[in-house]
């Protein structure tokens, strides 16, 4: 075992391309965080291409319909600007499903033409003053800086800042979550029960794409937070950014209307949780109920458990950062060591995060950020991994390395269920630690019970000693 | 009136015209609206040009790295999206490193804010350089214009042919922006286009046959072209180049060595074999392979340009001992049944007849997100009496025709697929499959294995929850009744 307490960068000659990307762009974590909405329709105003990409990553993920409506700029739009087809697209949106809420993220093509996104918004609420229009909200995000985790930031941060309202203290507190799955969120939501606190959800996916096989399912986007939750957000307790990255709302309550802003951690292991149940309980003056306490007996006689399976087992991890930091201290709990760690943002919080859990926990994990899984896959190479934790497209970088792909993060194409991948919370992690510990099991470890890695090195030592033979 | 407004699409009256019911006496160019740009806000199904020449026509070539000029999303996106398998042999019967390298890796300049300020030029040629550096076993390199590029106006062209000179290996420059064009079919053009002009007749086979055929717009999908190869070269035929499926970039080069151009998808690529004929005069056929009928019928017509009939009579009695008891059983069971074809184009119509004829399903109505004239006077001509023709519908058109015409089964794509379902009606992949190759003979039987699977899942029969477990019981309380009477 590594006891260098520095975190090991590695710096590849490549640094004009990426190669296989770890992240995606903006306007996706707008519709991301847009999917959480009531009723509400995600539009993006730039080429067609954008949304149905966009529609097509999501749905073949969630295995749910997804909405995404286009303003499809042509080459004719784009020199004359695209008042027009934004105007349009609002009208036909309104009239055709008229949703409580539309939320309008911008693209590349948009940002790069410079199209004035409010001024047209205002144009089209002036031009129909006696109809009742949706809530419309402008969402700038172009493609070309940073990544689909600050699409998220900004679209959440653009709700709260263009609706929220002060009226009376409301005993809630607000939950940015960033971008989860349903599952995750739903166990955010009943760790919020078992405390007796009232949450407003930012944004609340949990209905909406786990949805039951119902008609009433295709009204648009049933569940999730409502407009008028989003207007109460500036009478909450308190903020929790479970996503140190999507914290811009909470900056934005605390400094205009003293609404204090916990970042981060993501509540993903035992110490995470933690940490997250402490801060509820602060806001609200709360005491630790009983059942959480019990819950989290319950993950750490999971832990417990599996350890003497999963004990020193190398692990590379990559997705979004707060998933990535929080997995790399939840592995370490357990005994395992993180050899490489790969998040698309580059991002100083993550390696902030990173230095200090590789102080904490003693290792000293090769840490990417702003990779591509291209230098995950050869910084793999280099350290060695026993277990691959991330989305689908890890799953050839895996096989090359023969290694199982435990399935976490976005997307998921290639098996069922990523909207019931649970790890949050003590008891998402309980689900966590026996699902990737039954992996373990499954990979390195045969029928009777016995490990086999040594098995192969005595079959590949057999042949050799074969070939000399010979 | 032959044209229908939806109820749904009411607020939208310009959708009217793209949706045509066919009535047998109306004159020929009644068809839908197509091929005119999207309706803003109108819920498209469409996607971009540069979907279109990567997603469609590049991204299925198994030896060269694709490069996608853009901010980091575009290059996510085409990034392993679309089933095309390829394998490791190289018609020089040497073998390439990785396999299925197309759909393994996609590289991106990432564009930054400051590259669309001050021009992305630079860090294209970095990129190639790396490429080159990382991959030196790919036989070329592909470069993509995307919506930004486009607009900065980055010279794609030039840093092609500059990098070409120093990396020596062709690098090639496809400009097919987002914005460009209607649909994705702008791409397939530009994709057409830019191979023809780039790469036909810049090399030349290692050896030649008397029976060389490029098989033009056979992507592979699923393994269809595999499958279809098979009867080609059990029939004598040598497919010389395939345009693109599992081929490699110097196959493309000697396109014009062929004896025949044997068109499968139609609308993605009649564009080139048209190009190959006037300029090399290789002549061109369009053909279809969906249907143990319609593969039949085209194994029989290109064997005959080569003298090979008999050859192809053996093939086909072959294969058709082998799957037709077992479509039989298939037709019994789907008799009757009624199927909406939403389809990217010609699945459109080459689906309709031999569903029918061969499986006794009856086409309620038929759509294509990019189809052009051509091909929805093909979609309308093979559809019966009252059935819909539909350009580019959407989501909530789907949901309303669903309901309006008591529909059994949708093919269709992955977007409508989940909310298919949640009607309570299956949905069957038909732009990637679910168990493919669906083409060819045995392809037709795993595509008709598919549909009984989809339509007679059980869970369908158990959607609604019975109050009591005995309907005699159930008739009793008016509420249970009602639910049974509809």
Redesign the interface.
């Known amino acids: 075992m590594h006891h260098d307490k520095k975190v090991t960068e590695i710096h590849h000659?490549?640094?004009?391309?990426?190669?296989?990307?770890s992240?995606?762009?903006q306007?996706?974590g707008a519709v991301q965080a847009l999917l959480g909405l009531k009723n509400s329709m995600p539009?993006i105003h730039?080429?067609?291409?954008?949304s149905?990409?966009?529609?097509?990553?999501l749905?073949?993920h969630?295995?749910?319909?997804?909405?995404v409506?286009?303003?499809?700029?042509?080459?004719?739009t784009?020199i004359y600007g695209g008042e027009?087809?934004?105007m349009?697209?609002?009208?036909?949106?309104t009239?055709?499903?008229s949703p409580s809420i539309i939320a309008v993220a911008s693209?590349?093509?948009t940002e790069?033409?410079g199209d004035d996104m409010a001024g047209i918004i205002r144009k089209f609420e002036d031009a129909n003053p006696d109809k009742e229009l949706p809530v419309i909200v402008p969402i700038s995000t172009?493609?070309?800086?940073e990544?689909h985790v600050e699409g998220y930031n900004r679209t959440i941060k653009a709700l709260v800042e263009n609706l929220t309202t002060l009226t009376a203290p409301n005993g809630k507190v607000n939950i940015i979550t960033g971008f989860l799955s349903p599952a995750d969120v739903g166990e955010v939501k009943e760790i919020l029960n078992d405390l007796n606190l009232e949450g407003i959800i930012l944004t609340d996916t949990s209905e909406n794409l786990d949805?039951p096989?119902?008609?009433s399912?295709?009204n648009l986007y049933d569940g999730g937070t409502t407009v008028g939750q989003l207007e109460d957000t500036a009478n909450s307790l308190g903020t929790i950014a479970l996503s140190k990255h999507a914290d811009s709302a909470g900056e934005f309550l605390e400094k205009k209307f003293g609404i204090k802003l916990i970042s981060g951690p993501l509540p993903l292991g035992l110490e995470n949780t933690d940490s997250f149940i402490r801060s509820a309980c602060q806001l609200a003056d709360l005491e630790i109920p009983e059942n959480i306490e019990k819950d989290r007996g319950r993950l750490m006689d999971a832990m417990v458990d599996a350890h003497s399976y999963n004990y020193h087992r190398k692990m590379a991890i990559f997705g979004d950062p707060d998933f990535v930091s929080s997995m790399t201290r939840f592995t370490s709990e357990m005994g395992m060591i993180p050899t490489v760690v790969c998040t698309?943002a580059k991002s100083k919080r993550f390696t902030e995060d990173i230095e200090t859990i590789s102080k904490e926990k003693e290792c000293s994990p090769v840490t990417l950020a702003g990779g591509d899984l291209?230098d995950m896959h050869e910084a793999i190479k280099k350290v060695g991994a026993d277990i691959l934790i991330g989305n689908s497209?890890g799953a050839?970088i895996a096989d090359e390395e023969n290694i199982p792909l435990f399935r976490a993060g976005f997307p998921i194409f290639d098996r069922l269920g990523a909207q019931r991948i649970s790890t949050l919370g003590y008891r998402g992690g309980i689900d966590f630690v026996d699902r990737l510990t039954n992996t373990i099991l499954d990979f390195y470890y045969d029928e009777a019970g016995y490990e086999i890695v040594e098995e192969e090195d005595m079959i590949i030592e057999d042949q050799k000693f074969a070939e000399e033979e010979i | 009136m032959p044209y229908k407004l939806f109820d749904?699409?009411k607020?939208?009256p310009e959708r009217k015209e793209h949706t045509y019911v066919k009535h047998c006496n109306d004159p020929e160019d009644c068809i839908p609206k197509c091929n005119s740009?999207?309706?803003?806000?109108?819920?498209?199904?469409?996607?971009?040009?540069?979907?279109g020449a990567k997603g469609v026509i590049t991204g299925a070539i198994k030896d060269v790295a694709h490069?996608v000029h853009?901010?980091?999303?575009?290059?996510?996106?085409g990034?392993?999206?679309k089933r095309y398998p390829t394998t490791t042999e190289l018609p020089d019967g040497s073998e390439f490193p990785v396999k299925?390298f197309n759909i393994?890796?996609?590289?991106?300049?990432?564009?930054?804010?400051s590259?669309?300020v001050f021009g992305g030029m630079k860090?294209l040629r970095?990129?190639v350089r790396?490429?080159n550096?990382?991959f030196p076993f790919v036989n070329a390199i592909y470069l993509y214009a995307?919506?930004?590029t486009g607009?900065?106006g980055d010279d794609m062209d030039a840093a092609a042919k500059e990098m070409e000179e120093e990396i020596g290996k062709p690098v090639i420059a496809f400009n097919a922006?987002?914005?460009?064009?209607?649909t994705?079919s702008k791409g397939h053009q530009i994709g057409n286009d830019t191979l023809f002009a780039k790469i036909v007749g810049t090399t030349e086979p290692p050896a030649t046959t008397p029976y060389d055929i490029n098989f033009i717009g056979e992507y592979n999908i699923d393994g269809d072209l595999w499958l279809l190869k098979e009867y080609f070269n059990e029939i004598g035929i040598n497919i010389l180049s395939t345009f693109t499926g599992d081929c490699c970039h110097n196959e493309l080069g000697w396109m014009h060595r062929a004896k025949l151009s044997v068109v499968r998808c139609q609308r993605s690529s009649t564009y080139i074999a048209k190009m190959i004929e006037e300029k090399y005069g290789v002549p061109y056929i369009k053909t279809d392979f969906f249907s143990t009928e319609y593969c039949a019928e085209n194994l029989r017509t290109v064997a005959k340009f080569f003298g090979l009939e008999d050859k192809a009579e053996e093939v086909i009695a072959k294969r058709m001992a082998k799957v037709g008891p077992e479509l039989d059983f298939y037709r019994e069971k789907l008799t009757g049944k009624k199927v909406f074809i939403f389809s990217g184009g010609p699945k459109s119509y080459h689906l309709s007849i031999p569903l029918h004829n061969e499986l006794g399903l009856e086409t309620t109505g038929v759509s294509s997100m990019f189809e052009h004239e051509d091909g929805f006077e093909k979609m309308k001509d093979r559809v019966k009496e009252g059935a819909l023709v539909i350009d580019d519908p959407n989501?909530?058109e789907l949901?309303e025709l669903i309901e309006d015409y008591d529909i059994d089964l949708i093919l269709g794509g992955?977007?409508?697929?989940?909310?298919v379902?949640?009607?309570?009606i299956p949905s069957l992949l038909i732009h990637s499959y679910e168990n493919g190759p669906y083409m060819g003979f045995e392809g037709f039987l795993n595509l008709a294995r598919d549909m009984y699977s989809a339509i007679y899942n059980p869970v369908w029969n158990i959607?609604e929850f019975q109050e009591t477990e005995d309907p005699d019981v159930a008739d009793v309380t008016g509420e249970a009744a009602e639910e049974v009477e509809k």
């Open positions: 000659d490549k640094k004009f391309s990426v190669v296989n990307p992240k995606m762009c306007p996706m539009l730039g080429s067609q291409g954008c149905t990409y966009m529609r097509f990553q749905t073949r969630f295995r749910e319909p997804i909405e409506a286009s303003t499809s700029m042509n080459e004719k784009v027009y087809n934004l349009k697209a609002l009208k036909n949106i009239e055709k499903q693209s590349c093509l790069t033409i172009p493609s070309y800086t990544s949805a096989l119902s008609e399912a295709l698309g291209y497209y050839s | 749904v699409s607020p939208i740009k999207t309706i803003p806000g109108s819920m498209t199904e469409r996607g971009c040009a540069f979907a490069v853009s901010p980091i999303g575009c290059t996510m996106y990034y392993g999206s299925d393994k890796y996609i590289i991106g300049t990432d564009l930054q804010e590259d669309v860090k970095q990129a790396e490429t550096k990382e995307t919506c930004t607009l900065i922006p987002g914005f460009a064009g209607s994705q989501t909530l949901e992955v977007k409508e697929k989940y909310l379902h949640k009607l309570g959607l």
